[in-house]
């Protein structure tokens, strides 16, 4: 039988969920940090955070925009499904200025949250797969989440995130825009603007 600690632990722990951002229209910068904000208000925990990367398109019209994307990890409360993380996601966009029409469509967008994992859950439904399907084939979606958990191994594979990276072969171009550490102050600062605003 699980001591006290143990069960009072598994109570208030929950897997954590990894998503990706991107984004290639407006601001992209404060599109990113906006994003990592609303992020925080869906964790228990802090964020942890990658850098932010400007990346070539991929498989997009001519002249799409370049974006940025990261990554970050959060820590949803005890009980939330991935259906309605998903939706919590999709509010945020929203929020940010996304049409949700544009779901989808190889658009420009100010913001787009791709949910790639959650813990051990596994879905294959028409508005939610997960593991996200295109995760391991896309270099601005591995290098960033290697940035946090190089070792995560995603529900039904057998190779880690860092694996499926270095035998990627790709023609992305990614340059590091501002490191982890960076992101993590501005988001911090902007938190902490919030904060004062509020007293």
Known sequence: MPSETQ????KI?????YVSLGSNLGNRL???IDALIELQNLSLQPLTVSSIWETTPVNCPINTPMFLNAAAMITPPPDVQP?????????IEVKLGRNPKEKGEKLPRIIDIDLITFGDYIRDLP????PHKNAIQRKFVLLPLSQLSPH?????????INEYLIKLVSNETLTELLPASEVMNQLNLRLKS???KIK
């Open 7 to 10: 069960s009072d632990y598994k």
């Open 13 to 17: 722990s929950s897997p954590p969920a």
């Open 30 to 32: 404060s599109a990113i």
């Open 83 to 91: 259906e309605t993380l998903l939706k919590k996601l999709q509010d």
């Open 127 to 130: 508005e939610l797969t997960l």
């Open 152 to 160: 995560l191994v995603l529900p039904g594979h057998t190779q880690t």
């Open 194 to 196: 919030f904060s004062s």
